[in-house]
């Protein structure tokens, strides 16, 4: 048995405001151990569950934040930017049997700890097919074209309320509760290791790959802060403006559409200039 783990940063155990997550803060340097200690649990939950083989995919920010040493030495992590499938890298190999969301947080315009959907900031707002989608929502369609299942998700409380959605079967752990976008009830990375590695050997029963979802099209909506980000957007081929601050683009596979989604991003986060975004 194979897992994936999709690592995210915002969902982790005490973290609450963008220091402790922005890359060369003392702030993200004290959290990044309490980020490699929910990962390391789930991994040993999975072993314990009966997995052979953990491979992580950093997926926050530069996807170079988790301390490797710091690891089980059967865990392998793969780190870095610039990755095919981008936070669920890995997935499309056709090895992996079930995948967990370490760390995810709730979507752009929704309640949730640093809520948000791939930018920080600039997206006020993503739809899929017009239903409201978290990157835990657009990554699970990514990977059920795959027949890999969600089986584990952590972060907050809301995170956990948003993957009910997404991979209702999948096991949650919420490691702290939602009080506003700076502030949660966060528990002791002890309890969460404990509660993270019990949920981890639980999902890896749901662990069995899947036949492939064919659910296309997709119909992507972003909506962003500003007029001009909408305009930015434009450059990737296929992205058309539906209103002032909104585009859309449909692809036939998910594949396709996160791959679009990322070109979008990229494309829109170059388009801010410092104070004015």
């Keep these: 048995m194979k897992i994936l783990i999709s690592a995210d940063m915002e969902g982790a155990t005490g973290v609450t405001w963008p220091a402790d997550v922005l890359p060369g803060t003392p702030q993200w340097e004290r959290c990044r151990a309490l980020f490699t200690s929910d990962v390391n649990a789930a991994a040993l939950g999975f072993f314990d569950g009966g997995a052979d083989?953990?491979?992580v995919n950093e997926a926050h920010w530069t996807m170079r934040n988790l301390l490797l040493e710091e690891l089980d030495p059967r865990?392998?992590?793969l780190t870095g930017r610039h990755k095919a499938l981008s936070m669920v890298e890995g997935v499309q190999h056709g090895d992996v049997d079930g995948i967990a969301f370490v760390g995810y947080h709730a979507g752009a315009g929704q309640e949730g700890v640093l809520a948000h959907t791939y930018l920080a900031n600039q997206i006020t707002g993503v739809w899929l097919n017009d239903v409201r989608a978290s990157g835990g929502l657009l990554n699970a369609h990514v990977v059920a074209e795959y027949g890999v299942p969600v089986v584990l998700v952590t972060?907050?409380?809301l995170a956990c309320e948003d993957a009910l959605g997404y991979a209702p079967e999948a096991l949650?752990?919420?490691?702290?509760d939602h009080v506003s976008r700076y502030a949660a009830v966060c528990r002791t990375p002890t309890r969460t290791a404990a509660d993270i590695r019990a949920a981890a050997k639980e999902a890896a029963a749901l662990a069995v790959r899947r036949a492939p979802v064919d659910g296309g099209p997709y119909t992507v909506a972003v909506e962003f802060d500003a007029e001009h980000l909408a305009m930015a957007a434009t450059v990737v081929p296929g992205?058309?403006?539906?209103?002032?601050?909104?585009?859309a683009y449909t692809s036939g596979t998910m594949y396709e559409g996160i791959r679009t989604f990322k070109a979008v991003t990229t494309i829109v986060s170059a388009a801010v200039e410092e104070q004015y975004g």
């Design 239 to 247: 992205v058309a403006r539906t209103g002032e601050r909104k585009v």
């Design 155 to 157: 972060g907050d409380d």
């Design 75 to 77: 865990v392998q992590m």
């Design 53 to 55: 083989e953990v491979l």
């Design 172 to 176: 949650k752990v919420a490691v702290k």
